[in-house]
């Protein structure tokens, strides 16, 4: 595990998606279509780094059943190292359901499983001493969350925290946070995310995490946002005190036909970010590269079918 450069650390679940006619509050309507595949948010960036080629590992954990081996052999088979995932005996996987309809609004429902039987005698410090970034989301429970915090103070200080907290921990507040922003190089987040976290609109928000301890922050817009100059972008990165706006990104003769369910495309922007970052290359360029994958990741159906792999990005 020396040779690894990117671990991650979140829940492994398996996603459940269905396409609905449409969500609603109290009635009925109908399946147009179900999906399983191995998910987790951490997991989903971690498989897309190892497919365009960075040596990575995961920590977690997952049932000792059919949905555990499956989420565990999807890692192995993009060449995550897995030898730090956990069966937990008499626990089911984790997993997730996820409802979407035709005008792209989404409902997640979440049941931890064995995530929530992950322990500090499950992480092993000395498996990351070699690491450049260690990836964290979110998880369902106090314990990990703690857990998480606990690992974050024990880092050596050579290996960068790269940080997806997701809905579940934007929704605890700064002040919660505060233990993990304070170690986080790079914090990623949507748009409703970085306001739910800060209470503030999406800029000013970048600038109080920040304030707390983040060195970048990158925001992304789902399918964009118009300002008031007029110009379109898909994401915004704050680097200490500077900005930049990224646009949206095609190749010329690429066509993408964005799938409505728009799982993992977050994950998958991280993925191309950290890859970039990983290079050597600079923030525009690193926004880039998530943006590309972001679009391949969003072409199919759930989180990781289409993952770029490098020739795909080659050249940028």
Same mark, same amino acid.
């Given at each position: ?100 309809? !035709?005008? =792209?609004? &989404? ?5 931890? %499983?064995?995530?929530?039987? /992950? $322990?500090?005698?499950? *992480? ?86 920040? !304030?707390? =301890?983040? &060195? ?5 817009? %789902?399918?964009?946002?118009? /300002? $008031?100059?007029?110009? *379109? ?84």
């Amino acid at each position: 595990m020396s040779h690894i450069e990117a671990v991650g650390m979140g829940a492994l679940n398996i996603d459940y998606l269905y396409r609905v006619n449409d969500i609603i509050i109290d009635g009925e309507t109908s399946i147009e279509s179900t999906v399983a595949t191995p998910g987790g948010s951490a997991a989903n960036t971690i498989y897309g780094l190892a497919k365009l080629g960075v040596k990575s590992g995961f920590i977690g954990a997952t049932g000792n059943d059919e949905e555990g081996k499956t989420s565990v052999e999807s890692l192995a088979m993009a060449g995550v190292d897995t030898s730090q995932v956990q069966a937990k005996e008499g626990e089911k996987t984790g997993y997730t359901l996820c409802l979407s309809d !035709k005008r =792209g609004r &989404r409902s997640l429902y979440i049941s931890a %499983g064995a995530n929530n039987l /992950l $322990e500090w005698q499950d *992480v092993h410090l000395s498996h990351l001493e070699h690491a450049r970034i260690i990836h964290l989301s979110s998880f369902v429970s106090d314990r990990q969350f703690n857990l998480q915090i606990e690992m974050v103070r024990k880092l050596p200080a050579s290996i960068k925290v790269s940080f997806s907290p997701g809905m579940l921990y934007a929704s605890r507040g700064m002040r919660a946070l505060s233990p993990l922003l304070e170690r986080t190089h790079i914090l990623f987040a949507n748009k409703g995310e970085i306001e739910l976290l800060t209470g503030r609109e999406f800029i000013s928000g970048t600038e109080e995490c920040i !304030k707390s =301890g983040c &060195r970048i922050v990158v925001v992304t817009m %789902g399918k964009g946002i118009v /300002l $008031e100059s007029g110009k *379109v972008i898909t994401s915004y990165i704050r680097h200490g005190d500077k900005t930049h706006k990224i646009e949206p990104l095609f190749a010329p003769g690429e066509a993408f036909s964005p799938h409505p369910e728009g799982t993992g495309a977050g994950d998958a922007f991280a993925a191309g970010f950290l890859f970039g970052f990983l290079r050597g290359k600079d923030m525009p360029q690193c926004g880039a590269l998530g943006n590309r994958v972001a679009l391949h990741a969003i072409n199919q159906s759930g989180a990781r079918e289409g993952l770029s792999t490098l020739p795909l990005i080659a050249a940028l």
